[in-house]
């Protein structure tokens, strides 16, 4: 069974431009989640989907973050504009069901942003 | 919000030695979970908790819910080499939402 898959896996950029971030989670899992990992620190929630619905985004920098899952399977993740501070691996993970304390959430390798 | 406080940050061990790293929150949760991550990947899942008190097995790794619900420890016994990286605890209050501890970060010597 394929993983989650995340793209790029590296990405630099400067202060102020766009940047956008692809997953792909494991066939038929209803839930997806984008995570924040700055150096040092562990995986933060972003944002929390199931299906093509948003179930948590509470942790979302919305004036600059924003998220899709159009069509209930892959998602993209995007920064408009980028902050210096935002430098950190964003983590996308998937589970199969609907985001029960349960349901285990399978990691994709991420993707690690430096903005300059 | 909750807080994790995971420690040690960092621990430097020989091979064949016993490791121990606990996680302790202000708040309770449901769901205790422990992960290690590699350099360059994704978190893994190593042992889930789902009640206060439970001690669960994985291999070597053995790992505890606390019966106030707002600690849990990992025990890693005769450490090898693989053993190397970064361990986080992660705590569940509903639906799936992590919160997750800082790492402890372990070294294995030969």
């Known amino acids: 069974e394929a993983g989650v898959a995340q793209s790029p896996r590296y990405k630099i950029i400067e202060k102020r431009q766009s940047v956008a971030f692809w997953c792909n989670p494991i066939s038929g899992h209803a839930t997806l989640y984008w995570y924040q990992q700055i150096l040092g620190q562990g995986p933060k929630l972003l944002i929390q989907f199931q299906n093509n619905g948003v179930v948590d985004d509470s942790q979302l920098p919305k004036d600059r973050f924003s998220a899709e899952r159009l069509k209930g399977v892959d998602s993209t993740l995007k920064i408009q504009p980028a902050k210096l501070e935002d430098s950190a691996v964003y983590l996308c993970?998937?589970?199969?069901?609907?985001?029960?304390?349960?349901?285990?959430?399978?990691f994709g390798p991420g993707t690690r942003l430096t903005v300059l | 919000g909750q807080q994790l406080n995971q420690s040690p940050q960092s621990m430097f061990i020989q091979e064949g030695e016993d490791v121990s790293m606990n996680c302790t929150s202000s708040s309770i949760f449901n769901t205790w979970l422990w992960y290690k991550q590699d350099p360059g990947e994704g978190p893994v899942l190593l042992i889930a908790?789902?009640?206060?008190?439970e001690l669960t097995s994985n291999g070597r790794l053995t790992a505890q819910f606390g019966i106030t619900r707002k600690d849990s420890f990992l025990n890693i016994s005769a450490s090898i080499p693989s053993d190397v990286g970064i361990y986080f605890c992660?705590?569940?209050?509903?639906?799936?939402?992590?919160?997750f501890g800082a790492g402890t970060q372990v070294v294995v010597t030969p």
């Open positions: 993970a998937s589970s199969p069901l609907r985001g029960a304390s349960t349901d285990t959430q399978y």
């Open positions: 908790l789902y009640k206060a008190g």
């Open positions: 992660a705590g569940d209050d509903s639906w799936g939402k992590l919160q």
